[in-house]
């Protein structure tokens, strides 16, 4: 039996978060990333 692929029902974005290296080991909960523009995002936080 053959089966067609199912399309996703939204579009795949790749995001890449840049840390850096001395900050790594302190991030220890989630992180949230708010829309500012079409393809601009902000992580928020008390940093």
Same mark, same amino acid.
């Not at 067609?4 to 399309?7: G, M």
């Not at 902000?42 to 940093?47: C, E, K, N, R, V």
């Given at each position: 039996m053959i089966k067609? &692929? =199912?399309?996703p029902e939204q579009r795949l974005q790749?995001?890449?978060l840049l840390?850096?290296?001395d900050r790594v080991? &302190? =991030?220890k909960d989630e992180i949230i990333?708010?829309?500012i523009g079409r393809r601009t995002f902000?992580?928020?936080?008390?940093?």
């Open positions: 067609d &692929a =199912i399309p790749k995001l890449v840390i850096p290296d080991e &302190a =991030i990333l708010k829309r902000a992580a928020h936080g008390y940093g």
